[in-house]
């Protein structure tokens, strides 16, 4: 079974940078690497959100209140999907979770423990 294992949360002061690490642990390479990979994030009290998503270095996504401010990429042979986060905001507070995605872009495997982000000063 396919766990997913995020990491690299913290509590962060408005401005600052955070990079999280996702891991898709028990997964073989062949499998990892065909996939689109996103980063998630749910806020307390809302739904959770696709916030960035990569197929490849020419192939990446942003939702709009990221753009120019997160960055996502991927490591294949370690089976690893990061995502750098800068200039961060009090908005950005939430947990933080990667999956892959659908053809329909919905999430493929059951959701990892995520990892809280906080931004505050």
């Known amino acids: 079974q396919v766990q997913l294992v995020e990491s690299g949360g913290g509590l962060v002061q408005p401005g600052g940078s955070l990079r999280l690490s996702c891991v898709a642990s028990?997964?073989?390479?062949?499998?990892?690497?065909?996939?689109?990979w996103g980063w998630y994030r749910q806020a307390p009290g809302k739904e959770r959100e696709l916030v960035a998503s990569?197929?490849?270095?020419?192939?990446?996504n942003y939702e709009d209140s990221v753009k120019g401010r997160f960055t996502i990429s991927r490591d294949n042979a370690r089976k690893r999907v990061f995502l750098q986060m800068s200039n961060l905001k009090p908005e950005d507070t939430a947990v933080y979770y990667c999956?892959?995605?659908?053809?329909?872009?919905?999430?493929?495997?059951?959701w990892g423990q995520g990892t809280q982000v906080t931004v505050s000063s």
């Open positions: 028990r997964m073989i390479t062949s499998v990892f690497n065909p996939n689109v």
């Open positions: 990569i197929f490849s270095e020419t192939s990446r």
């Open positions: 999956n892959a995605l659908s053809a329909t872009k919905q999430p493929k495997y059951h």
